[in-house]
């Protein structure tokens, strides 16, 4: 039993616990005056009549009062939040009156991403959020000094990786070398030759003076016109400031992402957590010879990993993410006969399956190319129904571990009851030469 | 293989011994389908009958018939489930006119469940299902005894504990 210590906590852990970074309680400051514009926002004409009855004075006391209040409740949290890297976890304790410690598994980490929002970067600080397969509630860290959240991730990393963790600090930042890089001038040129940026533009245009003609009713027009012209917005230059200065980086800790104009985000992947690839293809793109690469992380969101770059490029980077796989130039149509399950439509449709992946591809105009290393399959399942029997045809399902199902439709019957067995197989086989958990042990 | 002998399993090689489920699934949603049958047929013969008049009570035959083709139904769909436990991986098949087979390998399994509802308790039944890490995978036995509920349950644990892998 040992003398409790004035101020202090008695069951303090023996590792040393840090706080945020002293900027993080201001961002809740300004809480009650976002609910008050989004009040205003959502009800101008109820905020108006408010907003005359109310003098100079009450306005001030009111503020004086919400603001500090608020303050206090940022200080309040910012106090009780504290983190701590023990042997092979994280641990963020937080929580005024519910309290919430949350343990983190390092070698369980699927990634880490370090993002920077703009009024962040003002402040010279950052946010690292971590993403574990299975929580629902994404842990983050915000704010942290930008030195220490990048020191952290390296930190973190490296006791991922199975770095001892005396020398996990020192380790500091495994080196990056660049794989790719999009110049704003093809994201540009991306943008303008997808079909959805000219769709949300045009019902952004169209919709509205049609509405006028129809109703004459100003908030009607108003209603649609806001969101719409949001989607055009959000579709076009929100994706080009989104996209921004994009690059991918190889690193011993994993795949690097950087991105953005205004928030800047720094994604790392870990090796081996990439559930699927896949490689789309837009009707547009097809004369540039343009690809977009997307990829699953189990408990990431993020799902972008090249937003365009030419075809060879993206396969030499999909090369790099998943070790030892090369992207199938051709895939195998369906049988002829499966016209009359899928009209036109199953021309689109096809498969390739390799030592190392499962790859189906789906679309006619908007091609799409979806690739599964074996090691990551988790189950496989044949569905057929009647009209598939009819025609012998049958659909092979893969499930991975990030939610993902791919699906290689329209296959002969035999060769489909084939495939599942092998593919099992495979699944069970490719497991036994991937990486371990922790990459570096 | 590492584990898990083909005689014991009942398993040679790669030929999958399928196993059906016992009637006792079947005599269960038999029996529910004849409770809701005769709760059906009693109101859509009585409410008419008493007040449109007699002839309108045939109206009972309707749910009546209906059920005699959910009785052929239920058997078939019954006699359609099927799994196999092979050395690697667990094999569920099931469905009449919509077919589909599941293949789960042990090494993926995350948590084998045995469930059995209050109404699958007073019917002696429980079912089994596994769960891996992809949300799509469906691989549930459903009316199995629970005696072999449990031993698939420690089986597929123990084989899964010794393929043990992660994502």
């Not at chain 1, 343990?103 to 690292?128: N, Y």
């Not at chain 1, 009607?220 to 921004?244: K, Q």
């Not at chain 2, 002998?5 to 005599?27: F, K, N, Q, Y």
């Not at chain 2, 005699?68 to 569920?92: H, M, T, V």
Request: glycine fraction near 8%.
């Amino acid at each position: 039993m040992t003398a409790p210590v004035p101020g202090g906590v008695p069951d303090r852990p023996p590792v040393a616990e840090r706080r945020l970074h002293p900027v993080t309680p201001f961002r809740r400051a300004w809480a009650p005056l976002a609910v008050l514009a989004g009040w205003a926002v959502h009800d101008p004409n109820a905020a108006q009549e408010q907003l005359t009855r109310l003098t100079g004075t009450m306005l001030l006391t009111g503020l004086s009062v919400l603001v500090p209040a608020a303050g206090l409740y940022g200080f309040l949290s910012w106090w009780f939040t504290h983190f701590a890297v023990t042997g092979g976890e994280l641990r963020i304790r937080t929580g005024l009156l519910f309290r919430r410690t949350a343990h983190i598994r390092l070698e369980r980490i699927q990634a880490v991403d370090v993002t920077r929002p703009l009024l962040a970067r003002v402040a010279g600080v950052a946010k690292l959020r971590i993403d574990v397969v299975g929580a629902a509630r994404k842990d983050e860290l915000a704010f942290l000094g930008e030195r220490e959240a990048r020191a952290l991730r390296a930190e973190l990393l490296a006791r991922a990786a199975g770095f001892a963790p005396e020398t996990a600090r020192e380790v500091g930042e495994a080196p990056a070398r660049e794989l790719l890089r999009v110049p704003p001038r093809a994201l540009v040129l991306s943008l303008l030759l997808t079909g959805a940026t000219w769709g949300s533009l045009a019902a952004a245009l169209v919709v509205p003076p049609l509405l006028w003609f129809a109703t004459h009713s100003v908030w009607t027009v108003l209603a649609t016109a806001v969101p719409l012209l949001g989607a055009a917005g959000a579709s076009s230059a929100g994706r080009f400031v989104a996209e921004y200065g994009w690059s991918v980086g190889e690193s011993p800790d994993g795949l690097r992402i950087d991105r953005g104009l205004l928030d800047r985000a720094h994604e790392t992947v870990p090796p081996g957590r990439v559930q699927t690839v896949r490689l789309v293809e837009p009707l547009l793109w097809r004369r540039p010879g343009w690809v977009r690469v997307e990829l699953d992380v189990a408990g990431s969101d993020n799902s972008v990993l090249v937003p365009v770059a030419p075809r060879p490029v993206a396969e030499s980077v999909v090369a790099r993410v998943l070790p030892g796989v090369t992207v199938p130039a051709s895939a195998a149509r369906p049988p002829r006969r499966a016209r009359w399950c899928v009209p036109v439509w199953w021309r689109g449709h096809g498969l390739v399956v390799t030592d190392a992946v499962f790859a189906a591809r789906h679309g006619l105009l908007r091609r799409r190319l979806s690739l599964v290393p074996h090691a990551k399959v988790q189950s496989v399942r044949l569905t057929q129904g009647p009209w598939g029997r009819l025609w012998r045809l049958a659909d092979v399902h893969v499930d991975t571990g990030a939610g993902g199902t791919v699906t290689a439709r329209l296959r002969d019957a035999e060769e489909a009851a084939r495939l599942l067995r092998a593919q099992a197989e495979r699944s069970r086989t490719g497991r036994r030469d991937a990486r371990p958990d922790r990459w570096m042990a | 293989m590492e584990t898990g002998s083909p005689a014991e399993t009942g398993a040679a090689g790669d030929e999958p011994v399928w196993r059906g489920l016992p009637p006792g699934l079947l005599r269960m949603r038999r029996l529910l389908l004849l409770v809701w049958t005769a709760v059906l047929a009693l109101a859509a013969g009585l409410l008419p009958g008493l007040l449109a008049g007699p002839v309108w009570g045939t109206f009972a035959l309707l749910p009546v018939a209906l059920a005699a083709w959910f009785w052929r139904l239920l058997g078939r769909n019954w006699r359609s489930w099927r799994y196999a436990e092979r050395a690697d991986d667990l094999l569920i098949r099931r469905g009449v006119l919509w077919r589909e087979e599941t293949v789960v390998p042990y090494g993926r399994m995350q948590l084998v469940e045995v469930t059995s509802g209050p109404l699958e308790r007073y019917f002696d039944l429980a079912s089994v299902q596994l769960h891996t890490a992809a949300a799509a995978t469906d691989a549930v036995v459903p009316g199995l005894d629970p005696a072999e509920a449990e031993r698939l349950r420690d089986r597929l644990s123990e084989l899964g504990e010794a393929r043990s892998a992660g994502l």
